[in-house]
Nanobody, 121 residues
Framework: VQLQASGGGLVQAGDSLRLSCAASGRDVSGYSMGWFRQAPAKEREFVAVINWLGNNINYADSVKGRFTISRDHTKNTVYLQMNSLKPEDTAVYYC???????????????WGQGTLVTVSS
C-alpha cells in the first residue's frame, strides 16, 4: 500500500488547512485510516483516526473541536480538516493505515511520507 499525503503549507494562526491522503496499491476496504504528527525535537504523536464505516472516530485531546477527520471511499482518501490552527500545531503530518482503530493508534501497518504544516503566530 502506498499512502500519498498532501495539503500542507504555511498559514497564520487562526487559519484553516485541509490535508489529504490517498491510498493506492491494494484494496483498503475495511481498514482504518488516521493521522499522526511530529513536531521538531518531539516524538510522533497521534492526531485522529477513523474506521472504515466512519462511525468510530478518535481525536487527540489537543485537536478536539478544531480538527475533523473524514474519508471518501470512492477516492480511497482520508482527509484532515484543520481549523483554528495554532503555532503548536506546527509539525510534519503523517497519514497511516491499519486494521482496527486500536491498531492504527498503536502500530499502523502503513505510513505515508508526511506533509509539513507550519503555523505562524
Amino acid at each position: 500500500v502506498q499512502l500519498q499525503a498532501s495539503g500542507g503549507g504555511l498559514v497564520q494562526a487562526g487559519d484553516s488547512l485541509r490535508l489529504s491522503c490517498a491510498a493506492s496499491g491494494r484494496d483498503v476496504s475495511g481498514y482504518s485510516m488516521g493521522w499522526f504528527r511530529q513536531a521538531p525535537a518531539k516524538e510522533r504523536e497521534f492526531v485522529a483516526v477513523i474506521n472504515w464505516l466512519g462511525n468510530n472516530i478518535n481525536y487527540a485531546d489537543s485537536v478536539k473541536g478544531r480538527f475533523t477527520i473524514s474519508r471518501d471511499h470512492t477516492k480511497n482518501t482520508v482527509y484532515l480538516q484543520m481549523n483554528s490552527l495554532k503555532p503548536e500545531d506546527t509539525a510534519v503530518y503523517y497519514c497511516a493505515l491499519g486494521g482496527a482503530i486500536a491498531t492504527v493508534r498503536r502500530s499502523p501497518a502503513y505510513w505515508g511520507q508526511g506533509t509539513l504544516v507550519t503555523v505562524s503566530s
